[in-house]
Antibody, heavy 118, light 107 residues
């Protein structure tokens, strides 16, 4: 079964770039019909969709973050990545990667906490 | 953006009770509505997809219904492990959006 695992720095300085990777195991990242997504959850709050990269390579981002976000995929390493520029304290959150379709996000990674602080 | 409004934001119930959580979309989303369960410190888990399709391995006491703008998640005969937080999510159009969550607490 497909499993996802996030990795990346837990602490990022303000104004710098947040970079996270999601490693996919147990399946192909090129499987038709799936999109590979990033979400985040501020402490004690709800979930926010950041964006996704479709199996075809097409990307789509939340307009609220679009100017600062990019998602890419490395099929050879079976992973996809998130980059978020010019971070502030408001970007402190738990970040999740997940596989998605119109039938929902499943599975999810365990999440990785990113704190933005000097 | 499609706004997803969940109600109530929290509720108190007892083991064995039946509870219903509502999710309302700001525009029609057909049946592109999914429900998740999230336990403290864990990632969300998909319970129900496309409004009413129970995911494999999810107990049959969970059920979903609705279409268009109004949806419900029902849990019959609450078990101790069900006292946690539930989110709805629309997969009809980007930006994909989630409801604010409903926490089911022990009375």
């Amino acid at each position: 079964q497909v499993q996802l695992q996030e990795s990346g720095p837990g602490l990022v300085k303000p104004s710098q770039t947040l970079s996270l990777t999601c490693n996919v195991s147990g399946g192909s990242i090129s499987s038709a019909g799936y999109y590979w997504s990033w979400m985040r959850q501020h402490p004690g709050k709800g979930l926010e969709w950041i964006g996704y990269i479709y199996y075809s390579g097409r990307t789509d981002y939340n307009p609220s973050l679009k100017s600062r976000v990019s998602i890419s995929v490395d099929t050879s390493k079976i992973q996809f990545s998130l980059k978020m520029t010019s971070v502030t304290a408001a970007d402190t959150a738990m970040y999740y990667c997940a596989r998605g379709r119109h039938t929902g996000f499943d599975p999810w990674g365990q999440g990785t906490l990113v704190t933005v602080s000097s | 953006d499609v706004q997803m409004t969940q109600s109530p934001s929290s509720l108190s119930a007892s083991v064995g009770d039946r509870v219903t959580i509502t999710c309302r979309a700001s525009q029609s989303i057909g049946n592109y509505l999914n429900w998740y369960q999230q336990k403290p410190g864990k990632a969300p888990k998909l319970l129900i997809s496309t409004a009413s399709s129970l995911q494999s391995g999810v107990p049959s006491r969970f059920s979903g219904s609705g279409s268009g703008t109004d949806f419900t998640l029902s849990i019959s005969y609450l078990q101790p492990e069900d006292f946690t937080t539930y989110f709805c999510q629309q997969s009809y159009i980007t930006p994909l959006t989630f409801g604010g969550g409903t926490t089911v607490e022990i009375k």
